[in-house]
Nanobody, 126 residues
Framework: QLQLVESGGGLVQPGGSLRLSCAAS????????IGWFRQAPGKEREGVAC????????NYASSVKGRFTISGDNAKKTVYLQMNSLKPEDTAVYYC???????????????????WGQGTQVTVSS
């Protein structure tokens, strides 16, 4: 059974850092692009970053570009989201998701993703 489990969320002060992990089981990352998404209270879920199944292509939302970095370790079947210079507006539940798309590209469009984790809370507050 294909499963994704996020971890690493928590409370951090503005300007701080967190690293989220997305651990996959039941499938190999070699054939799936992985995306990170977030949803704040009262807002729609939005794409944050993605990495292609080959690991050679990444994309970021403009709001996080230069602050967040997505990376993958296919051997460990884990994808990471390093978040630096965190702001209060980054507060949300963060989800990872998988889609069997192109090996050479990825998208942060929510609706193309087939499999979702349960989410991890990130709170940025002083």
């Amino acid at each position: 059974q294909l499963q994704l489990v996020e971890s690493g969320g928590g409370l951090v002060q503005p300007g701080g850092s967190l690293r989220l992990s997305c651990a996959a089981s039941g499938f190999t990352l070699d054939y799936y692009a992985i995306g990170w998404f977030r949803q704040a209270p009262g807002k729609e879920r939005e794409g944050v970053a993605c990495i292609s199944s080959s690991g050679g292509s990444t994309n970021y939302a403009s709001s996080v570009k230069g602050r967040f970095t997505i990376s993958g370790d296919n051997a460990k079947k884990t994808v990471y989201l390093q978040m630096n210079s965190l702001k209060p507006e980054d507060t949300a539940v963060y989800y990872c998701a998988a889609e069997s798309g192109s090996a050479s590209d990825c998208s942060t469009y929510v609706r193309i993703y087939d499999y979702w984790g349960q989410g991890t809370q990130v709170t940025v507050s002083s």
